[in-house]
C-alpha cells in the first residue's frame, strides 16, 4: 500500500468517524434528556428496575444486529460483491438478504408478544419473588418487544448505507427514539397511572421513525424494496455463515451486561437502575467515539481486506487503536472523577434521591475501569469481521462470557433466595458462596465486567497481530504510555477541585453547571496541553478526526 493510498484511506476513516461521531453526539444528548426525564418519573426504584430490563430486551437485540451480527456480515458481504462484481449485484444481493431478514424478524417479533413472560424471567428471574413488578415488567415487554423488528432493519440499512460511505441516516436514528420516548413521557402523565407505561409506547414509536428516517437514502442510493426470494444466492449464504457466529463475537460485551442484569434483579431492590444509569454514562465516550470508530473503520478494514492489502490493514488498525489510546484513557479517569457531579446535575431531582447519586457513581467508577478495553474492543471486532472471520472472536467471547460470570459471582456477595423456591436463584446463591471473595453487589458486577472486557481485549489483540504477521508495537506503547501520563496530569487536580465544590441540593442549579462546565473545559485544556508538552504521537490524528466532527456537525453546516 502507497503512502498516499494509507493517507487517503486514514483520511476515509478521520472523515467518517467525525460523520459518525457528530451524529452519536446528538444522540448522546438526546438519550442524556431522556434519561433525565425517565429519572425524573420513576427514579432507581422497583417501576424504574421493570421498565430497564423490559427496555434492554429490545435494546440488547438492537445492538447485537445494529452494533453486530447484521453489519458484521452485511457490510463485508456487500463490499465483496460491489467491489468485485458491481453495483448492479451488490443491490441485487441487498435485496435478498432484507427479504430473508424481514420473514425471520416478522417471526422473532410474533414469538416476543405472543410470550413476554418467559422472556422476562429469563432476563430477570429475580422480579419473580416481586409479582407486581414481574407482571409490570411482561406488559412492557409486549408493547416495546416489536421494535426488535424495526431497529433490526435499521441495522441492515446501516450496512447497506455505510457500504455506500454514507454514514449521517443511520447514525442520527437514535435521535429519533430519544425524543419519542420524551414526546410519549410528557403526553401520557396525565392519560396513563403508571408513567412507565407511556415510555413504552414512546420506544415502539421511536422505532418505527427510525427506520422512516433511512427510506430516502436508501432510495438515494439505488436500493429496492421489491422482494427478492433467490434464497440460493451466494451472498446470503455467505451472510448467515458470517452472521450466526458474530451474535457472540460481535456483542459479548452486551452479553456480560445481560448476565449483570440478572444477577442485579437478585440483589436489593434498585441495583438493576444503578448498572443502568451507570452504563448510560459510560455510553457517551464509548458511542460518540469508540463505536463511531468502529463503524466508520469497518468498510475501510473491508475494502482493505478484499484487496489482501496486508500492510494496509496494520497501518489503519494501529492508526484506529492509538485514537482509542488518545480518547479512551483520559474519559475513563475523567468519569471517575465527575461521577457524583455528572449524577447530582443531572439526574438528582424527583424521585431520583441523593442516596441514588452515590450508588450510581460506585457503579460508574467501577466500570469506567474498563473502558479503555471495551474501546479497543470495538474496533478489532470488526477487524476481524472484516477479514470475514467471526469464529475467532465467538471463541474469545465465550471465554470473556464465562470469565465474567465467575468473576460475577466472586465479587457481588450474597443473593436472596426468596425462599428457596427458584432454582436458579437458589444454584447462584449456592455458586456464590463456594467462590464469593468481596460483597460489593452492583459495583462487584461492574467490576467484573471490566475485567473480562479486559480479557477480551488482550486475547484479540494477541490473535489479530498473529494474523497480520507483526504490528507496530512501539508506537502502540508510546501511544499508552503518554496518554495515560496525560490523563493523570489532568484528573488529579480535577479530583481535587470537585471535591471542593457543593454538589445536590447543598448547591443552586447555576452554581453545580457552572462547576460542572468548568471542570469539563478544565479537564479538556489540561489533557490537551500535557499531550503536546509529552509529544504525543496522536495529538495530529485526533486533531483531523476534531475538525472533520466539527465541519461535519450539522449546527456548523446551518451557520454555513
Not at 150 to 156: E, I
Amino acid at each position: 500500500m502507497s503512502e498516499e493510498s494509507t493517507a487517503r484511506e486514514l483520511g476515509r476513516v478521520a472523515k467518517a468517524t467525525g460523520v459518525v461521531g457528530a451524529m452519536t453526539l446528538l444522540s448522546r444528548f438526546s438519550g442524556l434528556a431522556r434519561d433525565i426525564v425517565i429519572g425524573y418519573l420513576l427514579g432507581a426504584r422497583s417501576a424504574a428496575d421493570a421498565f430497564f430490563v423490559a427496555f434492554r430486551i429490545p435494546n440488547l437485540l438492537r445492538r447485537l444486529t445494529a452494533e453486530g451480527a447484521l453489519s458484521a456480515g452485511f457490510v463485508p458481504v456487500l463490499s465483496e460483491v460491489l467491489a468485485t462484481r458491481g453495483r448492479r449485484e451488490a443491490v441485487e444481493a441487498s435485496r435478498v438478504i432484507v427479504t430473508f431478514a424481514v420473514l425471520c424478524l416478522l417471526l422473532v417479533t410474533a414469538a416476543g408478544v405472543l410470550f413476554p413472560s418467559p422472556l422476562t424471567w429469563l432476563f430477570a428471574p429475580g422480579f419473580a419473588a416481586a409479582p407486581e413488578k414481574f407482571s409490570l415488567a411482561v406488559r412492557l415487554v409486549r408493547i416495546m418487544f416489536p421494535t426488535v423488528f424495526f431497529v433490526s432493519l435499521v441495522a441492515l440499512c446501516m450496512g447497506y448505507l455505510n457500504t455506500f460511505r454514507h454514514f449521517m441516516a443511520p447514525s442520527l436514528a437514535p435521535v429519533l427514539l430519544n425524543l419519542s420516548i420524551i414526546a410519549a413521557a410528557f403526553l401520557s402523565i396525565p392519560l396513563l397511572s403508571q408513567p412507565a407505561m407511556g415510555l413504552a409506547y414512546g420506544v415502539l414509536l421511536g422505532g418505527a421513525a427510525q427506520l422512516v428516517l433511512q427510506l430516502p437514502f436508501l432510495r438515494r442510493h439505488g436500493f429496492s424494496w421489491k422482494p427478492s426470494v433467490n434464497f440460493r444466492s451466494p451472498a446470503l449464504l455467505k451472510f448467515l455463515r458470517l452472521m450466526g457466529p458474530a451474535v457472540i463475537g460481535a456483542a459479548v460485551y452486551q452479553l456480560n451486561v445481560l448476565v449483570s442484569t440478572i444477577l442485579a434483579s437478585l440483589l436489593e431492590p434498585g441495583s438493576v437502575s444503578y448498572l443502568y444509569y451507570a452504563d448510560r454514562l459510560l455510553q457517551f465516550p464509548l458511542g460518540v467515539f469508540a463505536v463511531a470508530l468502529g463503524t466508520a473503520a469497518l468498510p475501510s478494514f473491508s475494502s482493505l481486506a478484499a484487496r489482501h492489502d496486508t500492510e494496509g490493514l496494520r497501518t489503519t488498525l494501529g492508526y484506529s487503536l492509538r485514537m482509542v489510546n488518545f480518547i479512551s484513557l483520559p474519559s475513563a479517569l475523567g468519569l471517575m472523577v465527575v461521577a457524583v457531579p455528572a449524577f447530582s446535575l443531572l439526574f438528582q431531582r424527583g424521585a431520583f434521591a441523593a442516596a441514588d447519586v452515590a450508588a450510581c457513581a460506585r457503579a460508574l467508577i467501577f466500570l469506567a475501569l474498563g473502558l479503555w478495553a471495551v474501546s479497543g474492543a470495538r474496533v478489532l471486532v470488526p477487524m476481524f469481521h472484516a477479514m470475514q472471520d467471526t469464529r475467532t472472536p465467538v471463541r474469545v467471547a465465550f471465554w470473556t462470557f464465562v470469565l465474567n460470570f465467575v468473576l460475577s459471582l466472586a465479587l457481588m456477595g450474597r443473593v436472596a433466595t426468596g425462599g428457596a423456591d427458584n432454582p436458579f436463584v437458589t444454584a447462584v446463591a449456592a455458586l456464590g458462596g463456594g467462590i464469593g471473595v468481596l460483597s460489593l453487589s452492583y459495583a462487584g458486577l461492574a467490576l467484573a465486567n471490566s475485567l473480562s472486557a479486559t480479557f477480551q481485549f488482550v486475547a484479540l489483540m494477541w490473535l489479530m497481530t498473529r494474523r497480520l504477521r507483526g504490528f507496530a508495537w512501539d508506537d502502540y506503547w508510546s501511544s499508552l504510555w503518554r496518554n495515560l501520563v496525560a490523563g493523570t496530569v489532568m484528573a488529579v487536580p480535577l479530583f481535587l477541585v470537585a471535591g471542593r465544590v457543593p454538589w445536590g441540593s447543598a448547591a443552586t442549579p447555576l452554581a453545580q453547571v457552572s462547576g460542572f462546565v468548568a471542570l469539563l473545559a478544565g479537564g479538556v485544556v489540561l489533557y490537551a496541553a500535557a499531550a503536546r508538552l509529552l509529544r504525543s504521537p496522536d495529538w495530529p490524528l485526533a486533531r483531523r478526526m476534531g475538525i472533520s466532527l466539527i465541519e461535519r456537525f450539522p449546527i456548523s453546516h446551518a451557520k454555513k
